[in-house]
Every structure is written in C-alpha cells, then in structure tokens.
C-alpha cells in the first residue's frame, strides 16, 4: 500500500509561484508513476502532470506546459510540482495520484491510478 500526502498549497496572486509536494510513505518503490490532478469546483478532475519512476519521463496537459515542472526526489520520497505564472483558472484541490503498474499507463486517465492524496487547495486570485 502506498500512502501519498500532499502539500503547498495555498493563496497566490495571478503571476505567482506555488510549489506543491506529494510525499510518498509505506511501499514506496511499489509504484509505476504519480500524477497529479487538480478539480475546480463544477468540473472534472482533470490531468496536470506526471512522472514515471523507471526512467522519470515527465508528461503535462498543454495548460501546464512551460509554467509547471513535475520532479522528484528519490531520498526523501517525494514529487514536486513547481507551479509559475499561475493564473486564476489554475485555481482548484490539487491531487497527487500513484500508479501502482504499468500496464494500460495514458497518464492524464485519472481511472489508471491505484492511490490518491487528500489533495491540498490552490486559489489564485488578486
């Protein structure tokens, strides 16, 4: 069983930096990838990033790309997402998400994942 904790989230101005921690207890090397999620209120939970633990390949919704960076640190069991020039529709929980075998991976498939976070809230606004 796999235990995922995230944290850093928060209130931010439009502009700003968040970095988001997802950390990683019990079985830790028995996991495939982790992604994380975020849900707005009304709306899907939808696919930000992800990172595969074999050869740490990193994937992003087009939403993501060149303002978030998905990276891990194997020590201390954990993955980040840093989150620059946030904007208020980057607003939501925000939910790390591991998958425990690599069979049928599409990283953005939220229904693939095998664990989940408590998530932690992001509100980007002025």
């Known amino acids: 069983q796999l235990q995922l904790v995230e944290s850093g989230g928060g209130l931010v101005q439009p502009g700003g930096s968040l970095r988001l921690s997802c950390a990683a207890s019990?079985?830790?090397?028995?996991?495939?990838?982790i992604g994380w999620f975020r849900q707005a209120p009304g709306k899907e939970r939808e696919g930000v990033s992800c990172?595969?633990?074999?050869?740490?390949?990193?994937y992003y919704a087009d939403s993501a790309k060149g303002r978030f960076t998905i990276s891990r640190d194997n020590a201390k069991n954990t993955v980040y997402l840093q989150m620059n020039s946030l904007k208020p529709e980057d607003t939501g929980v925000y939910y790390c998400?591991?998958?425990?075998?690599?069979?049928?991976?599409?990283?953005?498939?939220?229904?693939?994942?095998?664990?989940w976070g408590q998530g932690t809230q992001v509100t980007v606004s002025s």
């Open positions: 998400a591991g998958k425990r075998r690599a069979g049928g991976f599409v990283w953005a498939n939220r229904r693939i994942y095998d664990y």
């Open positions: 019990g079985f830790t090397l028995d996991y495939y990838a």
């Open positions: 990172i595969r633990r074999s050869d740490s390949s990193t």
